[in-house]
């Protein structure tokens, strides 16, 4: 059974088809990447499940439920977390406080009008922080933390909703490559031990195959392919639409590791 299913969406702005009839699913502690050259409709899909965006056509079932209509907020409610919704507060508070925070936010979901206070959930937060590896930082103001350690802050933080679905629009962006692969690699445990569904986009495609179980291709708004590893490597469109016909594919060459995009734009 699937966690999430997207079914035939479409959206156009003005006349550009930004995306364009695609279906996909996610299953319950899968790492599925969405990838494709820049403009290719990547973050129009996630803007479109986690409610942004309202498409032109098709649905968005998570766990039997139409999302489409459905504002970001209950969207998030039912589930959908994101890992770089990061408060305007976030960079006065310590790290231990933003998880509290979150915690904090997650018990006034599910309790509705009771306001627990944030001391409550210092053992929670504790026990996330330790799990995303940022124990030792926990008394530290956010302000001070490097780039890498933010976004184990964010997953943290994403964690105390308790989602089913986490997604991850460029989560690497302007990281190093030890920190991608870093970050990744956490995400993949976390999402196996709770069983979490992840939709994620990466440039790096020594990252996507290494830690997506599954990926699907976007070009022009269209799903062009889907598959593992080994049969997105072998896809003759998408060695087309990554690096013009007859190339051979070469992540590590082709593509720019510093959070930029990658060379990407099909050769005509
Ligand atoms: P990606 O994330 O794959 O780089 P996007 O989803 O951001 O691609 O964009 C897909 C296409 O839709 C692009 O042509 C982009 O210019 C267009 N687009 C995205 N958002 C908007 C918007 N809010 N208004 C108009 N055009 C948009
Ligand atoms: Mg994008």
């Known amino acids: 059974m699937s966690l999430l299913r997207v079914s035939n969406l479409s959206m156009s702005f003005g006349g550009v088809k930004a995306v364009d009839d695609v279906s996909f699913d996610v299953k319950p502690g899968e790492l ?36 489409v209509g459905m504002r970001p907020r209950d969207i998030w409610r039912r589930g959908v977390g994101r890992t770089f919704q990061v408060a305007a507060t976030f960079n006065s508070m310590t790290v231990l406080e933003n998880v509290q925070i979150a915690l904090v936010s997650r018990e006034k979901r599910l309790y509705g009008l009771w306001k627990p ?41 994403a964690l105390a909703n308790r989602p089913k679905l986490l ?15 870093e970050l990744m690699a956490l995400t993949k445990r976390l999402s196996a031990e709770r069983n979490i569904g992840v939709l994620f986009t990466e440039h790096s495609m020594d990252v996507v195959f290494s830690t997506a179980d ?47 995009e990658p060379h990407t734009e099909p050769r005509t």
Do not use: W
């Not at 990547?42 to 056509?57: A, E, M, W």
């Not at 053992?123 to 780039?147: F, N, P």
């Not at 997604?167 to 692969?181: F, H, I």
């Open 32 to 67: 599925l990447a969405l990838i494709g050259p820049n403009g290719a409709g990547k973050s129009t899909c996630f803007n479109i499940v986690n409610g942004q965006l309202r498409p032109t056509h098709g649905s968005v079932m998570l766990d039997g439920h139409e999302l």
């Open 214 to 260: 599954r990926i699907i291709v976007l070009a022009r708004g269209k799903l062009i392919a889907q598959g593992d590893a080994e049969t997105i490597r072998n896809d003759a469109n998408v060695q087309a639409v990554y690096f013009g016909t007859g190339k051979t594919f070469q992540p590590r060459a082709a593509l720019s590791h510093d959070g930029g």
């Open 117 to 157: 206070a944030a001391s409550h959930f210092e053992d929670e937060a504790l026990a996330l922080l330790e799990q995303v590896g940022m124990t030792a930082h926990a008394q530290r103001a956010c302000s001070v933390l490097a780039y890498g350690d933010v976004k184990r802050v964010e997953m943290a933080i």
């Open 167 to 181: 997604l991850m629009d460029e989560p690497t962006a302007g990281m190093a490559p030890q920190e991608r692969t």
